[in-house]
């Protein structure tokens, strides 16, 4: 946890982004690494689990980083945690709650009350376009014989 707090601070410092930082670990070895790099790279994604967990994936040359667990510098917004859920880590650990970054001017917790309303009532209007087409694709993909299920 020490390592994902250094980092946060240290890039932080550097004007790499927010004040965040998390490492993926492997049997008691760090196998990634990622900070906040919203601002230093215009990307709204790169936050530093969802950085880290790349970095682990690339280093391992693999998708699934079972058997691996996550520390971040903060509890992880819906968008991260999704990520660790998706990168099927065994554990997520976390210093900072998120409502300790609302207090410092990061509000997440719209994302959450936005996430709990019926789709109907969220302020991103979600619609369904071509739902035959794309299923097409992935009656497709169900009979393809070399795919890599994940």
């Known amino acids: 946890m020490r390592a994902a707090i ?3 601070r240290d ?9 965040f930082g998390a490492v993926v670990v492997k ?3 760090i196998v990634g690494r990622g900070w906040n790099r919203v ?8 936050h530093a689990e969802v ?5 682990a994936c690339r280093r ?20 991260c945690l999704a990520a660790a859920y ?6 997520v650990y976390y210093a900072a709650t998120r409502r300790d970054a609302t207090r410092a001017g990061f509000d997440d917790q719209r994302f959450y009350r936005e996430l709990a309303r019926p789709r109907s009532r969220r302020a991103l209007p979600l619609r ?8 097409a694709v992935l009656a497709e993909w169900q009979l393809k014989p070399d795919r890599i299920a994940y």
């Open 51 to 55: 950085v880290a967990i790349r970095d």
């Open 128 to 135: 369904q376009l071509l739902r035959d087409e794309a299923r």
């Open 27 to 29: 049997a008691d070895r």
């Open 6 to 8: 250094r980092l946060a």
């Open 11 to 19: 890039k932080m410092r550097q004007n790499c982004g927010g004040p």
């Open 39 to 46: 601002t230093s790279t215009n990307d709204p994604t790169a």
């Open 60 to 79: 391992l040359k693999q998708f699934s980083l079972a058997g691996c667990e996550l520390y971040a510098s903060c509890e992880p917004c819906p968008m």
């Open 86 to 91: 998706w990168a099927r880590l065994d554990r």
